[in-house]
């Protein structure tokens, strides 16, 4: 049995199909044969030629048409290989409202929230350490009672 290649590899054809000849990668997916110039693609190069035919085709549509896995065809997705058409069907939801996108984990706004959180949670984190909790608190009261002495 063959060795499954590393998932990442997106299933890269190295022998010619017609021939038996050495595939040479040519980019985008594409690799051609050094001796009868036969063109084979990767799962990418296949969902990527697809996609130029069918601009609004679906998930399940990617996979009939081309036969890569479901699996592979949502790794290219998160990895940006490629953007879906705006005028696509639902391909991903947003991980956290899961709004429709068109590529990536997260929507727009989620992705700028999901950022600013991370920030607050990394400064919360840095305040702590350096003065301890409550002590801005306790600093504030002090001083309202002051002013209205
Ligand atoms: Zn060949
Ligand atoms: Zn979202």
């Known amino acids: 049995m063959e060795k499954k290649i590393e998932f990442g590899n997106f299933e890269r054809p190295y022998i010619?199909?017609?021939?038996?000849?050495?595939l040479i990668f040519k980019g985008v997916g594409e690799y051609r044969c050094e001796d009868c110039n036969q063109i084979e693609y990767d799962d990418y190069g296949k969902v990527r030629l697809?996609?130029?035919k069918n601009k609004?085709?679906?998930?399940?549509?990617?996979?009939?048409g081309t036969g890569v896995s479901m699996k592979s065809i949502k790794q290219m997705v998160k990895e940006k290989r490629f953007e879906i058409a705006q005028?696509?069907?639902?391909?991903?939801?947003?991980?956290?409202c899961h709004t429709p996108i068109?590529?990536?984990?997260?929507?727009?706004?989620?992705?700028?929230?999901y950022h600013r959180q991370l920030e607050a949670n990394m400064r919360a984190k840095s305040r702590e350490g350096?003065?301890?909790?409550?002590?801005?608190?306790?600093?504030?009261?002090?001083?309202?009672?002051?002013e209205r002495e």
Do not use: D, H, P, W
């Open 87 to 96: 005028n696509s069907k639902v391909f991903l939801y947003c991980e956290i």
């Open 130 to 146: 350096k003065e301890g909790i409550g002590m801005g608190v306790k600093g504030e009261k002090g001083a309202k009672r002051f």
């Open 50 to 52: 697809y996609l130029e």
């Open 102 to 113: 068109r590529m990536g984990r997260f929507c727009n706004e989620c992705e700028i929230k």
């Open 56 to 64: 609004s085709a679906n998930m399940t549509e990617i996979q009939n």
């Open 16 to 22: 010619c199909s017609k021939c038996g000849g050495e």
